[in-house]
């Protein structure tokens, strides 16, 4: 066994690399999660699709109350779909940093990132506690659990969502981390995202709310794949 003195003069012992786990693979998981969970709560509620919060007061109750399952299978898979988010958003942040990146875009990606997951996990479990039946007796309480869900799990997850796609898209393109026409098409896909929050105040704005969730998702993939593990240049950002 070698002495403190012996490796001292040997040099530094090298390390492997730590850039956490796979970008990429981690955005297909979170994909997955969700997209079954929309997939299985149509099967399990008999082809019926999960009911608009604007839709007609006595259709959303009665699906609530004739559909358990599904909803507390989708509620329960959209809370799991918000754990590798998370830990995509302390992944993309931790790996800018490790490229050189001091801009403000890191922390921007894990705040975002973090707080879509925080609202979608949120939603998901508004949505599962809309499953039990105790919650299903009251036609008052019921819409207003819907509401919850929708607010937090449409413009309060998809709004910062797009802060996560700007905080890796920016640098992405300022340091030439990502392809041009990737890092531009983040940057839209942020901006439909931000544009999102009018979904609050206007019915028809809603449908930026899948059109920004499905393209960020797709987004979130294509880049985790793309994001380099060491940095060309020795230049900061």
Partial sequence: MATPAVQAAAGPVSRPDQ???PLGVLGVVVT?????????GTVLADGTPFPSPFG??????????DHELAVRVGGTLQFAAAIPLAIYAATASAR????GIRAPGATIALAGGLLAAAFMAFS???SW???QPAATTDPEVIRLLQLLAFATGGPGHVVPLGLLLAGIAV?????????????????????????ATLGLLLEPATYLLPVARFTALAWLITAGFKLPLHRRSGTTT
Wanted: aromatic share 8%; net charge neutral.
């Fill in 96 to 99: 800018l940093h490790r490229l």
């Fill in 32 to 40: 997955a999660l969700f997209i079954a969970g929309l997939v299985l």
């Fill in 124 to 126: 998901g479990l508004v």
């Fill in 19 to 21: 850039g956490g786990p």
């Fill in 171 to 195: 640098p992405g393109l300022l340091a030439g981390l990502l392809p041009r026409w990737l890092a531009w098409a983040g940057l839209t896909i942020a901006a439909v995202a931000e544009l």
């Fill in 129 to 131: 506690t809309l499953s």
């Fill in 56 to 65: 007609d007061a006595a259709q959303i109750v009665a699906y609530f109350q």
